[in-house]
């Protein structure tokens, strides 16, 4: 700020601001539109995928509040940022899931898909992270690399239940945080005999020469690979769509900035304009005497 | 004249809210289901985030197992990729089980199959549409729905002879150079998946 009696504010400051502002805005709005046509890319894919987990739903049912030893959380986030809270999203609801399946004989583990969960959750819970994964939509999502991806998980973690969290996309500005239940296959012909919600897999008939737990183990394996498949591409939108939202305001501020700005440079160069004037007429009014 | 609209309009405006509700009410149960003891435990863990969601609340409820065997077998077909057949009513289905081709019909009692490399066809009528599965799972449910996911299909009539041909030479000779197990079972694989192939393209 120019200090009091100065002879005229510089404009120059105010100019500069404004270039910065307007450089600002434009680069959102790019961001912007690469996001919107990103987006409109992966949701057909994605809305193609969601069929994929259905069918072992209706087998299996669903038990999220099931009670098991050895608790595994798989957090999908993403790994750019500058697209809203739906990181922080996923993070808050799989610290609540770490909280709800440990306790004193129960375990929970992290598996991290994403640089930006990696980076928040390294900060309280390193040593429950059991591994990492970054770099995942590199090249755009498919199947094979998520079915070697969920093959490489399921070698190096022991697990009773994975629990898969991601951001579902239901439009381009709602995420819902979701989260979907993997029972291993010891504990999900345990639930099963049990009875309760998994239903009732003793009524099936097991086509094959291969025992009932093989199948199983095939089974959840198929599933946890179907699931991470259709999280990856779902968390893929939602990070689209609240990166378009958040770019969307972004520019939308810069606009408002510009236009503050833009009035306090007139302002300024109006004020500057007057001194001036003030001066040479009081000078030549003193001249005259 | 204009009294009688007028009640008119009064009876149109009292059918079309009750019209409307009714319309909600179907809609609501397929919500509704969630698991309360999830909740119930979330909200004590941690009170003011909104419980995740739950498959279950996604999906339309199943519809129950019928009292008598229905006419008609519902099918689905769905691919990474894509929902290939989407609750469709079909006569048969005939699927390509380890155990070799197996054919539901309506009231096939509950199964769980694991799928090889084959032919998948659907019969409607006296339509037949086959599609080459690469492998995967197929539920049947007592309720005469057959779910079918699968990891890759093609349609039988997009399969190129000559591709089909030089893919099994190229894999029976690498069987034969294999020098790994890993290499014996990439190989043996391949093998395996063209043999069906060719099955496919003349059976």
Redesign the interface.
């Known amino acids: 700020m120019a200090p009091l009696g100065a002879r005229s504010v510089s404009t120059q400051i105010v100019r500069n601001r404004m270039k910065s502002v307007k450089n600002i805005q434009k680069i959102t709005k790019a961001m912007k539109m690469v996001a919107a046509s990103k987006l409109r890319a992966v949701q057909t894919?994605t809305e193609?995928?969601?069929?994929?987990?259905?069918?072992?739903?209706?087998?299996l049912?669903?038990?999220?509040?099931v009670d098991v030893k050895k608790n595994v959380i798989v957090a999908i986030t993403s790994d750019k940022g500058l697209c809203g809270g739906i990181n922080s999203t996923s993070v808050?609801?799989s610290r609540?899931l770490h909280?709800?399946t440990s306790g004193p004989d129960k375990e929970s583990k992290y598996v991290i898909l994403g640089e930006k969960g990696k980076v928040q959750l390294v900060r309280d819970s390193r040593s429950s992270i059991e591994m990492t994964v970054s770099e995942l939509q590199k090249n755009p999502i498919n199947?094979t690399q998520i079915?070697v991806l969920a093959d490489d998980i399921l070698k190096n973690v022991e697990y009773d239940a994975l629990r898969v969290?991601f951001n579902?996309f239901h439009s381009v500005i709602s995420f819902?945080?979701?989260?979907?239940?993997i029972l291993s296959p010891e504990v999900a012909e345990k639930e099963s005999e049990a009875g309760g919600?998994i239903g009732d897999l003793d009524?099936?008939?097991?086509?094959?020469?291969?025992t009932k737990s093989e199948?199983l183990q095939?089974?959840a394996e198929?599933q946890f690979s179907?699931v991470l498949?259709n999280g990856a591409l779902e968390n893929a939108c939602s990070e689209l769509g609240a990166r378009m939202s958040a770019m969307d305001s972004s520019s939308r501020n810069a606009g408002d900035m510009l236009d503050r700005l833009t009035l306090t440079y007139n302002r300024t160069r109006q004020a500057s304009i007057t001194t001036e004037l003030t001066e040479i007429i009081s000078g030549a009014s003193a001249l005259e005497g | 004249m204009l009294r009688h609209a007028a009640r008119r309009l009064a009876s149109r405006a009292a059918a079309a809210p009750t019209a409307r509700r009714a319309l909600a009410t179907a809609e609501v149960p397929a919500e509704a289901a969630e698991?309360s003891?999830?909740v119930e435990?979330?909200k004590k863990?941690?009170p003011n985030?909104?419980a995740?969601?739950?498959?279950?609340s996604?999906?339309q409820p199943?519809p129950p197992t019928p009292a008598s065997i229905p006419t008609k077998l519902t099918v689905?077909f769905?691919?990474?990729?894509?929902?290939e057949i989407?609750n469709k009513e079909v006569d048969m289905v005939i699927v390509p089980?380890?155990?070799g081709q197996?054919g539901v019909l309506p009231g096939h009692?509950?199964?769980?199959?694991?799928l090889k490399p084959g032919v998948l066809s659907v019969h409607e009528g006296n339509d037949v549409t086959k599609y080459f599965v690469s492998s995967?799972?197929a539920?049947v449910?007592?309720n005469s729905?057959a779910?079918?996911?699968a990891?890759e299909a093609v349609p039988v009539d997009q399969i190129d002879p000559a591709l089909v041909q030089k893919g099994l030479a190229d894999f029976t000779a690498k069987l034969g150079s294999a020098s790994t197990d890993l290499e014996k079972a990439e190989a043996q694989i391949g093998v395996d998946v063209h043999s069906a192939l060719n099955a496919a393209l003349t059976g």
Request: hydrophobic share 45%; aromatic share 12%; proline share 6%.
């Open positions: 894919r193609n995928s969601r069929g994929l987990w259905q069918p072992f739903t209706a087998l049912g669903d038990a999220p509040s808050k609801v609540a909280k709800l199947y079915a969290v579902k819902k945080p979701t989260m979907v239940t919600k009524a099936y008939e097991i086509e094959g020469g291969e199948i095939n089974l198929f179907c498949y | 698991d003891t999830f435990a979330w863990v941690a985030l909104e995740p969601k739950t498959p279950i996604l999906m199943r689905n769905v691919l990474p990729y894509k929902s989407a089980a380890t155990t197996m009692v509950a199964t769980i199959a694991e995967g799972f539920f449910h007592a729905i779910d079918i996911v990891v």
